[in-house]
């Protein structure tokens, strides 16, 4: 089976429960098939409410990009039929709910709003870590592509595409004259369980520097110039 793979956030405007619904699986799934690389677990989030995964999307000050898996038409042209090829993001929203789609893959921004509103109830080691730059930085986290659809340039695509989102956010800040406490999150961290090596080595292909690291983990850290 081929596909085109498109990356896109899952809109929130409104948000709708068939999404929050596919977002919840995908993220079960992901906790079920690599338990080894997240610090939560199935049985704790297998818990949430339909009110909590909602609540994990419907906000303005994180982000939820899903990579989605449209099966190939018999009849694709020969330009398309790549089966590591990449949906233009411009057209591509449509793409959450076609009948031949899957949800394959996710990553989730949390910008510097989000750090600073839920001071309390976050691991202290994230504020540390975001402020590693001198400015608040945003985190990504949850970061994950299904096993059939890997070596296909989708977690690197992920990441690109929540690297543009900050920035495109850092540019309407700007325009809007948002730059109350120099808040433009211009750097990127995350956090890697050491044993992900795979992760790791797709972090620093990208630009991501080594900031910190103990026996469970690493930070890393990417400052964006642009």
Not at 8 to 17: A, E
Not at 34 to 45: H, I, L, R, V, Y
Not at 146 to 169: F, N, Y
Request: glycine share 8%; net charge negative.
């Amino acid at each position: 089976m081929e596909y085109s793979y498109s990356v896109v956030p899952i809109p929130t405007s409104p948000l709708l429960q068939a999404h929050v619904d596919k977002y919840a699986s995908l993220r079960l799934l992901a906790l079920r098939t690599n338990p080894e690389c997240f610090f939560s677990t199935q049985d704790e989030e297998g818990r949430f409410s339909r009110e909590q995964w909602r609540g994990r999307i419907d906000t303005d000050d994180r982000v939820t990009l899903i990579a989605v898996a449209s099966r190939m038409l018999a009849d694709s042209s020969p330009e398309s039929s790549s089966s590591s090829s990449f949906a233009n993001p411009s057209v591509s929203l449509d793409s959450l709910d076609g009948e031949a789609a899957e949800w394959v893959g996710l990553i989730t921004v949390l910008t510097p709003e989000f750090l600073k509103e839920r001071r309390d109830n976050i691991p202290p080691k994230f504020q540390k870590y975001a402020m590693c730059f001198g400015e608040p930085a945003n985190v990504l986290v949850s970061m994950w592509v299904h096993p059939e659809h890997r070596c296909k340039g989708i977690g690197g695509r992920l990441i690109s595409e929540a690297i543009d989102w900050v920035l495109k956010k850092r540019t309407m800040r700007t325009m809007n004259f948002d730059v109350s406490n120099g808040r433009l999150g211009g750097a990127v961290v995350l956090e890697v369980v050491k044993g992900n090596t795979g992760a790791g080595m797709l972090y620093r292909a990208m630009g991501f520097e080594t900031i910190d690291s103990d026996d469970a983990s690493i930070w890393m850290g990417k400052r964006l110039d642009t």
